[in-house]
């Protein structure tokens, strides 16, 4: 039984690219979770998705950023014309049907670079 | 708005000894607490859920505690091994399904 698998786990991007970073959560499940870690800061959380649907974006950065959680395929957070500033881990995690008591698991992240 | 503090930030300790880790949260209105550990470079493996009508939960040599009426959370590693180094995190859930996260609990166990 496969866990959340993130990909890439490194991304290394210029300034002014796009990124963009996939989380496949586990069978089962269709609660989608993004979080960003930055360089000696906490986890923050960003984006609650269901499948076709953004529940909660409220900590999603107003511009540059999105997600999206079709109904075929992986969740895809979007980084479009990366900054130094968007260089961290971003981490995915996914929960079940019944998530309100459910555990959130986590992938092992990716960590973007940005030059 | 969530706060999670943790508190040490760091702990050094002979391995053997039993430890405790705090965990302090603002608003009391959570559906459940987790426990993670996070190795350097890595993901977030998750220890222990424990549920906001629980007051214990226990894996192994793990046992975490909720005193949710105080916004309190403990963890409680029992003869602590050097694997158990690592940074501990705690993070409560509100009904917003998001997870507030500490800044952490940098554990290290001397062999």
């Known amino acids: 039984n496969a866990g959340v698998m993130q990909n890439p786990r490194h991304l290394v991007r210029r300034r002014g690219q796009e990124a963009r970073l996939r989380c496949s959560p586990m069978?089962?499940?269709?609660?989608v979770y993004w979080y960003r870690q930055l360089p000696e800061e906490g986890l923050k959380f960003m984006v609650y998705?269901?499948?076709?649907?953004?529940?909660?974006e409220s900590g999603m950065p107003k511009e540059r950023f999105s997600a999206e959680f079709p109904k075929e395929g992986p969740s895809i957070l979007r980084i479009q014309q990366v900054v130094r500033g968007d260089s961290a881990a971003y981490f995915c995690?996914?929960?079940?049907?019944?998530?309100?008591?459910?555990?959130?698991?986590f992938g092992p992240g990716t960590r973007l670079t940005v030059l | 708005k969530q706060e999670v503090t943790q508190i040490p930030a760091a702990l050094s300790v002979p391995e053997g000894e039993n430890l405790v880790l705090n965990c302090s949260f603002t608003?009391?209105?959570?559906?459940?607490l987790q426990w993670f550990r996070q190795d350097p470079g890595k993901g977030l493996t998750s220890l222990l859920l424990?549920?906001?009508?629980?007051r214990e939960q226990t894996s192994g040599r793990l046992n975490a505690s909720l005193d949710k009426s105080s916004g309190r959370s403990t963890l409680y590693i029992a003869a602590s091994q050097p694997g158990d180094s690592a940074t501990y995190l705690c993070?409560?859930?509100?009904?917003?399904?998001?997870?507030?996260f500490g800044t952490g609990t940098r554990l290290t166990i001397i062999p």
């Open positions: 069978k089962g499940h269709s609660h």
């Open positions: 993070a409560p859930r509100g009904g917003n399904e998001k997870l507030t």
């Open positions: 995690a996914s929960s079940g049907l019944a998530s309100t008591y459910n555990e959130q698991f």
């Open positions: 608003d009391s209105a959570i559906y459940n």
């Open positions: 998705l269901q499948k076709e649907n953004i529940i909660d």
């Open positions: 424990i549920q906001s009508s629980q």
